[in-house]
Structure formats: C-alpha cells, structure tokens
C-alpha cells in the first residue's frame, strides 16, 4: 500500500514568490492534515479536513497561507507571498477519521528555504 | 495549555546500550500518549501509543508506561541498534482539543557501531 506522497520534496525561493505544496493522502482515508515543522521543534497543526471540508484551520495564517482539498482526495498548501521566516518543513498526513485515536500516517515533508 | 516535555538531545549511545528518553506531560482531562519517530529521510511514524494510565505501548523493542501519578511517558528500548537511529518525538492528544496532536520538540539519537 502507498503511503503519502508528497511534492516536491525541496523547494527554494525568493521572498514574496508564491509556492504550493502537494499531498496525496493514502487511499480511503478521509482525514487529512497540514503540519508546519520548524527547525529543532515538533510538528504543528495548521489545518485538518475531513474529506473537503476544512474543520480545523485556526493555526493557518490566512494573510498568507490558504489550502484547499478538492474532491476530498488530494490536497494543495499555498504561501503567498512566501516570507523568510516561512522556512520549514511542511508535513502533510493523514487517516482513516479525525476522531478518537485513528493513526496519523505522515508523508516525508517538503522543506522550504526562502532566500 | 496542554502539553509534553521531552529530553533535549542529541543522545549518542553504542550498539547495545540502554536508551531512556524522558516524556513528562501537561494536559486538562484524560490524554492519550504517542511516541513518534522519524527515520533519515522519511516520515513520522507511530512507534507506540497508551490510551489510559498504567497501559504499556510497545513496539520493535520500545516499550512506555502512562504513569499518571507521575506524568510521565518515558521511552525505553534495552539494546539499542545502529537502525535505531532517528529523532523520536513524544505527543498527546485530548478529547477537549478534538483529538489534535501536541508534539514535543523531538530527541535526536545517533547509535554507533
């Protein structure tokens, strides 16, 4: 069984360009998730759907960062305009619901560096 | 706000060796307790997880008990490998927080052999 994919796996860019983010989720699963994780610290939440509906975007910085799930399979995270701080590793996950004590199973992240 | 503490790194340890890493945690109710590791190159995965006080998880070696009266998750693996390299991160999830994850900062360990 495929796990997630992400894409890409690198990506460097220049402050105030835009640059998205790709995640396939495993199949069946309805719950998908975007995490930020910076440097020496431990992921965090920006935004869990249950298929295409956002039900937790409260960490997302919406200036700047949007999201969207289509269909309720594959997911795409936008920065725009990207700042140097924005640099990080931005996981994507995902599980079969977002309740209870269902498994999250994590793709391998991109990580961002912006020059 | 709720919470988990983990040892700082990194920990070096030879191939054999006794591996202790400490998770002590803050969190309104009742959490439930992970350990997360993250291979070179790859994504985080569940290692183990404990859902009530005294429960043991336990998985390739690894095992933690949800001590309560203490806080704490500790993770323990009695003969460490060369494969056991990785950065291990400690979590909780609570019902009053719609089950989300709190990671903490993660624990980076090199095994020599």
């Known amino acids: 069984e495929a796990g997630v994919v992400q894409s890409p796996r690198y990506k460097i860019i220049e402050k105030k360009q835009p640059v998205a983010f790709w995640c396939n989720p495993i199949?069946?699963?309805?719950?998908l998730y975007w995490y930020l994780q910076n440097l020496g610290q431990g992921p965090e939440l920006l935004i869990r759907?249950?298929?295409?509906?956002?039900?937790?975007d409260s960490q997302l910085p919406k200036d700047r960062f949007s999201a969207e799930r289509l269909k309720g399979v594959d997911s795409t995270l936008k920065i725009q305009p990207a700042e140097l701080g924005d640099s990080a590793v931005y996981l994507c996950?995902?599980?079969?619901?977002?309740?209870?004590?269902?498994?999250?199973?994590f793709g391998p992240g991109t990580r961002l560096l912006v020059l | 706000g709720d919470s988990v503490t983990q040892m700082e790194g990194p920990v070096t340890l030879s191939e054999e060796a006794f591996l202790t890493i400490n998770c002590t945690y803050t969190a309104t109710g009742y959490p439930s307790l992970f350990w997360y590791v993250q291979y070179p190159g790859e994504g985080l995965q569940l290692l183990l997880k404990a859902t009530k006080a005294d429960d043991k998880g336990s998985n390739k070696g690894f095992e933690a008990t949800y001590r309560k009266e203490t806080t704490s998750f500790h993770l323990e693996k009695g003969s460490v490998q060369v494969s056991d390299s990785a950065v291990y991160f400690c979590?909780?999830?609570?019902?009053?927080?719609?089950?989300?994850?709190?990671f903490g900062a993660g624990t980076t360990v090199t095994v020599r052999a």
């Open positions: 996950a995902s599980s079969l619901g977002g309740r209870g004590l269902e498994t999250q199973y």
């Open positions: 759907y249950e298929n295409e509906e956002a039900v937790d």
């Open positions: 199949s069946g699963h309805n719950t």
């Open positions: 979590a909780l999830s609570v019902p009053t927080n719609d089950y989300k994850l709190s």
